[in-house]
């Protein structure tokens, strides 16, 4: 009996299980993201807030605030950057692996 290789099993497989791995490991990668999403502006924006603005710049209440959201909002599009730099890597190399096919 022949040995198949990779390729080749890939090939006898319905398209809906050769997708399944591709699918699950951009499932992971959004998960990943939304959490990131969530907890990274949050997290800055207490931690810039009470240590870094008023803990250690001694700045008011109210100036603390207003810095704090724009850590919080720079956080936020560096976790979009990297999202999308990310989705970016991994389309284009499931595009080079179907092209070898």
């Known amino acids: ?31 990943f993201f939304t959490a990131l999403m969530i907890t990274v502006p949050i997290g800055l924006y207490f931690t810039t807030k009470s240590y870094i603005f008023e803990g250690a710049l001694g700045m008011s209440n109210r100036d603390s605030y207003f810095y704090a959201a724009i850590v919080a909002v720079v956080a936020v599009h560096v976790v979009l950057a990297l999202f999308v730099y990310v989705a970016w890597n991994e389309g284009s190399r499931q595009w080079r692996e179907g092209k070898q096919d």
């Open 1 to 31: 009996m022949e040995r198949l290789d990779k390729a080749a099993l890939n090939a006898l497989q319905p398209p809906e299980f050769r997708n399944e791995s591709s699918l699950a490991s951009t499932l992971k990668t959004l998960l």
